[in-house]
């Protein structure tokens, strides 16, 4: 019974007072590990554009530690600078100039899988300033290739 008990508490999701998801281990992957640079950038620069709840999703961090970090990137002069990095993310805004072809970056992609799931094809689908139609049938391509490689 006690085993069971635990199994259970493991599985709830719990919220701070301020409406914030508590760590859960299924969720904050990435949960006590340090910042990469390249997290560090995705963060700043989709900070003001996303959600703190899907940013959390995406990058495995709790929200509270996220919003932590963002205070402390923009309290020590930081924050612009891995916003406008520019190494390893390019901005939703400079997405809609670079790519109309119908290419997908790299960068778009990653955006699109982590974000269809927790907001939505219409959401994601507009955030990326793509049709929706086009999102789905990408997001579709990705689910069978990951499902292929996993198999």
């Not at 919220?15 to 997290?39: C, I």
């Not at 560090?40 to 996303?50: A, H, S, W």
């Not at 990058?59 to 406008?84: A, Q």
Request: proline fraction near 2%.
């Amino acid at each position: 019974m006690a085993r069971v008990k635990e199994h259970m508490e493991e599985d709830t999701i719990s919220f701070d007072g301020h409406g914030r998801m508590k760590f859960h281990p299924e969720f904050h992957f990435s949960h006590g590990e340090s910042f990469t640079e390249s997290e560090l950038e995705y963060l700043c620069k989709y900070y003001e554009v996303d959600h703190a709840r899907t940013l959390s999703f995406a990058m495995g961090k709790t929200e509270g530690t996220l919003r932590s970090k963002v205070d402390y990137l923009k309290k020590n002069g930081l924050y612009d600078y891995y916003k406008n990095l520019n190494k390893h993310w390019i901005g939703v805004s400079d997405m809609i100039h670079c790519y109309k072809t119908g290419n997908w970056s790299p960068a778009e992609t990653f955006y699109m899988v982590n974000h269809v799931p927790v907001v939505g094809l219409k959401e994601t689908a507009r955030r990326l300033n793509r049709k929706e139609e086009e999102v789905k049938a990408k997001y579709e391509r990705e689910q069978q290739k990951n499902h292929h490689q996993a198999g």
